[in-house]
Every structure is written in structure tokens, then in C-alpha cells.
């Protein structure tokens, strides 16, 4: 059933990006500048190196994580906890004496083991700290044991651990610890750069359940009274926030799925509602992972974990989460089924650095969820998802993709839809349209990956790829659209005279962080024999004019074909606004930045004058009663306006101004 789509896609793709780089620059490696940038989001970057999003004892940076062992029982009908967790650690701080986890308050500690050993600890404010007995020396190892019980009842969707009924009336227990809430259902050090080396999770159930979780499913082992203990075992490095269990009343439904190359496959191990109906109804939305599996491998590497599996737990949860190799999903849609696989690459592999650059995990899967569009449904549903996506990032005029410091106590603004999901996806497109070369774009993605595979990165780390893989400094894009907020809008007036097209842009912005936004301009010349061409420019400044030679005459002009522009615009063709050859009326200076001066003769004398914009909005309208007249416009926006000048008689003529 998958090698029909390995014939279909494969070919496709290559075909694609390779008509896409009929043209390739030579790259060298170069020495990356400083990132200086004055504006307010990088400025609170720069101030708040090392603030969290909540506090946090600082003694957890003195080891490195190597291994958690989870050995826990529970009923799928309640959170309550049982059993104990194992934690091997190396002290990294010369001395240490006290290891300190996070576990929250709700949990009671009944023993904490070293070497057969009890250590006495202190459990307060949700944190455990662990008297070692004795400084340790820097790479001293440490493997310990916490046994423990509790039934925290957290609340909200980011809630550590959970239970609910689905829809057939059976008990769901699900954990989601991202951002930092796997304290509450196991001791555990919350730091994302310290990934642990492996895991191995445990789960207990009553009989009827099944317990899904991380890696393989290396046995199940039989219990008094029927129980039942499920034992996963993963060897890749797992950021704590990834570790997770889900219990329900489950059926499997697994299958293979190709990978990049013709005869390699991976396990897609799925565990769904245990009713025939729920087989029926999502078995062809699950089989999509598929060529999404395939499509990402080829497009960004190899699956990170293709030595293990994917999967998929079901939860009465109303979205999903990327737990590493076992996402929980609320539901199969294709967008969210292809996002919370994409996070494999992109949050799982190579995990962001601070929560400030949740754009790392969030804004390349909902990228992920366009290319899986664009490649597998085709262009014009993906077109579609990026329409949808660029209204709902305009529906504000401002917010960064980068999360300040000092937003990150509120949850809702690091995981925000509009900024860290959709204006993240939206500047990955516009840094692809600005590379105008798709085999570069997606070799930055898989060198990406394979530079900090296994570890955290931050949106800076991107653009130093970004800037080794084509020999530039992208600082400028970055600190635009990264740290910047809003986005541009376009005045575009052309005209065509002389054998001359003449466009002229003149561009705003929604925010004022930054003032300007450089980047390439595409037009699609539409000639009145119904021939096309394309050209390209590249706006370095808010007003800027094209010239194009070109000896037939143009019927239309389309901004932005292809649609990849963040951006708001008009399109205005000027060419029948009449310019008079002759001097008899003059308008002084053009462009200007303050003041005009009309100068005309007397046959205008008592007549008046418009000013208007280019949607034809009347701004200003005032008698003319000398031959000269001089207005103030210090008040109005840089632009592209109209005056239109009126004689008593009924003639009229109009011109183009300029604002700077």
C-alpha cells in the first residue's frame, strides 16, 4: 500500500526543487556578525539573558541528566500516582552536596535511595532537595531513586497529567508537561538544554488498559490481581517536557511508513479508541502519516527516530502534543496530524533553546502542515492554508514571533496562534521566497537538523545557518521579521510611457518596530496579447521606482503571483492620469516631505484643488484664489497621492505627488 506513494511523491519532489534551482550561487563558509539590534524585542533579549517563566531553583543546574527510569501505577479513571522514579545524574559543580528536583507539592515522598542507601531530603514549595551526604567532585555519578505518591489535579489544557471520560463513557489518563509541567507527575529537573541521554517508562494499569509512551514497547508483564505492566524503553536524548503516558481502554492499529529512501520504513504504532467505529472512521486519516513521514524525510532528513517508532495515543484533550515518538491527539485531522509529526524534527530532534524561541518547535510544524498541503493535497490547498494564516496574522498590527522574557510567566503568549504558529509559519515562506530557491531552502532545514540534532536551538542558531549555507548575513531578515513586529503595506502606481513600464513602490508599515521592511518585490506583467513575464526586484528603501523596458503594451500587473508576501496592498495602473508636457501647472517639490507649492496660471484663478489617496479617499479640498498656493501636508502618512486640480470652467488635471 506505501509503495504506490513512494513512486508518486519521490519523483514529484525531485522534479520540483530541481526546476526550482536551475540557478545556484557558490557558498562559503563565513564569520557570523554580532546580533545588535536596537529595536524592543531584541533589546529585552539582550537584558534578560537568563530569566525564566518561573522560578526556579538554580541549583538544578549543577548536574546533567542522564537517564529517567519512570516505574509508576495508575487507574486511567483518577491522577493518583504511585511508585518511583530513577534519576542518573553527573555533578557538572564542583561540591555539590544537595541534588534538587522538581516535584510538585501534591506528592508525598516516602524514600529517596542511593546505592541501597536512604538519603535524607526536604520536599517544600515543589521542590525535593537530596542530601548526597557529602560534596561530590565535578563527574561524580549519580543514580538514585524517588519513591513517591499523589493525585495533583491541575488544571487547563497545559495541566502535567489529567483524566477524562471520551465519548464511549471510558476513562482517558494522559500527561502533557510542556511548558514546564512535568512536576507535576514525577520528580524531574526542567531545564531544556539538559536532555536526558534515555528513558525508560513503566506503567501499571488495572486490566482492560493499555499504557502508551515513549520508544519501544519492549514487553508486557503480567501482575497479580491482572495487572498489567507496559515497559517502553527509548535510547534517543529527550527533553523532559517530552516524556509521557497514556492510558485508556485502547485497540492498535499499526503500520509502516516509507522513509527517504526506497527500502527503508518506520513503525507507526497507533493506539485508538478500542471500538470498531473509531478504526473506521480514522483509519484513512492515520494512514496519511504515510507520505507526511516520507514528504518531511525527504524535505528535512531522515525521521530523528527512525531507529524506534511514531505513534499516536488517542485523548479527550481538545488539541495535541508532540510526546516523542507517541503524539497525543485529540483528534486525526490532516493539519494536525501533520504538525504534531513535523515537531519530530522541529521541537523533538533539535528543541528550542529558551521558551522565548518557541518559533524553533512551533512555527516550522505549522510549516509543516503548508508543505504537506502543498506537496500531498497540492498548491492551491496550500495557497488556501497561507491566505488563512496571513489574515489571521493582520487581524493585529503588531506582536513578534520572538516571545520577550518578560511575557514568558503568560503561557498563552509564548503558544500564541497568531505569532509563535502562524506568523512563524509566514516568515519561513517569506525567507523562502527571498531565497528564491527551493533545493537551498530545504538543504538549510536538513543542515539545521543535522548541526544541532539532539540538542536546543534558538532562532539565532537558524539564522547562522541560514548565513553559512548562502554566504550572507541574513541579520536583516531576522531582525525584521524575527524580533520585529507587524508587517508591511504596499502603495504600488504604474504606468507605462515611452516604451518604459514604471513601477513605484511606496510601503508603511503596521508597527513601528521596525519603520521599514526590506525585501524582494515580484510582479507578473500581463501584456494585452495575453503574453506574461516576470521580474523581480529587491526594496531597499519605504519609496522606490522600477523601470522596465518593454515595447508592448501592458494590460495588467499582478503583485506577489505566487502569493508568498506577508503584506497588505493596492495596485493602481496610472498610466491615463494626465501629466501635461507643458509647465502651465506645477506642484513643487515632487517628492516632497512637508509643504507643496502649486503654481498655475490664471486661467485656474477661483478654482480649487483635491488631494486624495489612492483608494480615491478625499483628504483635503480648498479654493484656489492667487496663482500660487502653498499647503502644509506634514500631517498625512508617507505615500503616493493624487491632487486634482479644477478651473472654474469644469477642466480638471490631475498629478501624482509623492510624500517621503
Known amino acids: 500500500m ?37 529595536h524592543y524585542c531584541a533589546k529585552a533579549r539582550l537584558d534578560f539573558p ?30 493518583f500516582i504511585h511508585g518511583s522514579v530513577q534519576v542518573v545524574s553527573e555533578i557538572v559543580t564542583p561540591g555539590t552536596q544537595y541534588l534538587v528536583l522538581e516535584l510538585w507539592a501534591a506528592h508525598t515522598v516516602s524514600q529517596v535511595v542511593m546505592g541501597g542507601e536512604d538519603l535524607s531530603f526536604q520536599h517544600e514549595n515543589d521542590v525535593l532537595e537530596i542530601d548526597l551526604g557529602a560534596m561530590k567532585p565535578q ?8 519513591f513517591y505518591s499523589g493525585e495533583p489535579s491541575p488544571e487547563g489544557f497545559f495541566s502535567g497529567i489529567q483524566t477524562a471520560t471520551n465519548s464511549f463513557g471510558d476513562p482517558v489518563l494522559w500527561t502533557l508537561s510542556e511548558p514546564h509541567n512535568a512536576r507535576q507527575w514525577f520528580p524531574v529537573k526542567q531545564v531544556l538544554n539538559d536532555k536526558a541521554d534515555s528513558v525508560h517508562v513503566f506503567i501499571t494499569t488495572p486490566p482492560g488498559f493499555i499504557a502508551a509512551s515513549n520508544g519501544l514497547l519492549q514487553q508486557v508483564t503480567h501482575l497479580p490481581d491482572q495487572r498489567l505492566r507496559y515497559e517502553w524503553k527509548s535510547r534517543y536524548p529527550i527533553a523532559y517536557y517530552l516524556i509521557s503516558m497514556a492510558v485508556g481502554n485502547y485497540q492498535e492499529f499499526s503500520f509502516m511508513a516509507p522513509l527517504d529512501t526506497e527500502n527503508d520504513s518506520v513503525l507507526v504504532q497507533n493506539f485508538i479508541y478500542n471500538y470498531p467505529e473509531v478504526l473506521q472512521s480514522q483509519r484513512e486519516n492515520l494512514e496519511r502519516t504515510s507520505p507526511m513521514m516520507q514528504l518531511l524525510s525527504e524535505l528535512w532528513g531522515t525521521y530523528p527516530f527512525s531507529g524506534e517508532k511514531y505513534g499516536h495515543a488517542q485523548a479527550p484533550m481538545g488539541g495535541a502534543m508532540e510526546h516523542q515518538t507517541m503524539s497525543t491527539m485529540g483528534h486525526f485531522g490532516f493539519d494536525i496530524t501533520a504538525h504534531e509529526l513535523a515537531h519530530h524534527w522541529f521541537g523533538n530532534n533539535v528543541t528550542c533553546a529558551t521558551w522565548s524561541d518557541i518559533w524553533i518547535n512551533e512555527g516550522f510544524a505549522s510549516y509543516a502542515e503548508y508543505l504537506s498541503r502543498e506537496f500531498i493535497i497540492g498548491p492551491e490547498s496550500a495557497r488556501d492554508w497561507m491566505q488563512h494564516a496571513h489574515n ?33 509559519a509566514a516568515i519561513l515562506h517569506q525567507l523562502r521566497f527571498e531565497l528564491n530557491n527551493d533545493p537551498l531552502f530545504f538543504s538549510i532545514m536538513e543542515e539545521f537538523q543535522d548541526i544541532y540534532a539532539d540538542g536546543v536551538a534558538s532562532g539565532d542558531d537558524f539564522r547562522n545557518t541560514v548565513d553559512l549555507m548562502t ?50 518585490l515580484e510582479f507578473k506583467i500581463i501584456f494585452a496579447d495575453d503574453n506574461e513575464q516576470v521580474v523581480r526586484f529587491f526594496q531597499e528603501e519605504n519609496l522606490q521606482e522600477y523601470v522596465v523596458t518593454i515595447q508592448k503594451e501592458v494590460k495588467e500587473l499582478v ?25 502651465a501647472i506645477t506642484i513643487s517639490p515632487n517628492p516632497f516631505t512637508r509643504k507643496i507649492t502649486i503654481d498655475y496660471p490664471n486661467l485656474w484663478h477661483n478654482g480649487t484643488w483635491m488631494l486624495s489617496d489612492l483608494n480615491g479617499r478625499v483628504l483635503m ?18 505615500g503616493i497621492y493624487i491632487v486634482t486640480i479644477f478651473s472654474p470652467g469644469g477642466d480638471k488635471k490631475s498629478f501624482k505627488v509623492v510624500k517621503y
Not at 139 to 146: E, R
Not at 393 to 415: A, C, H, N, T
Open 50 to 79: 537568563s530569566i525564566g517563566i518561573y522560578e526556579q531553583d538554580v541549583r538544578v543546574h549543577d548536574y546533567d541528566v542522564k537517564f529517567y527510569g519512570l516505574d509508576l501505577e495508575v487507574h486511567p479513571g483518577t491522577t
Open 621 to 638: 479640498e480648498e479654493n484656489l484664489n492667487d496663482t500660487t498656493h502653498e499647503q502644509d501636508l506634514g500631517h498625512i502618512s508617507s
Open 2 to 38: 506505501n509503495t504506490p506513494l513512494r513512486l508518486f511523491y519521490s519523483p514529484f519532489i525531485v522534479v520540483l526543487l530541481f526546476l526550482a534551482f536551475s540557478t545556484q550561487a557558490q557558498f562559503h563558509h563565513r564569520e557570523f556578525p554580532q546580533h545588535n539590534c536596537s
Open 392 to 424: 489571521n496574522v493582520k487581524s493585529q498590527p503588531d506582536g513578534s514571533v520572538y516571545v520577550p522574557p518578560m511575557f514568558l510567566e503568560d503561557i498563552w503568549r509564548i503558544f500564541n496562534g497568531r505569532l509563535s504558529y502562524r506568523k512563524g
Open 139 to 146: 563527574g561524580t555519578m549519580i543514580d538514585l531513586q524517588v
Open 471 to 520: 554566504g550572507q548575513s541574513w541579520e536583516w531578515f531576522f531582525d525584521q521579521w524575527y524580533y520585529g513586529e507587524g508587517f508591511p503595506t504596499y502603495e504600488i502606481l504604474w504606468w507605462q510611457r515611452d516604451g518604459k513600464l514604471h513601477i513605484r513602490s511606496a510601503q508603511t508599515t503596521s508597527a513601528n518596530h521596525p519603520l521599514f521592511f526590506a525585501g524582494a
Open 559 to 583: 503583485f506577489d503571483p505566487r502569493q508568498y508576501m506577508l503584506k497588505n496592498y493596492s495596485v493602481w495602473d496610472s498610466t491615463n492620469i494626465s501629466f501635461p508636457d507643458t509647465p
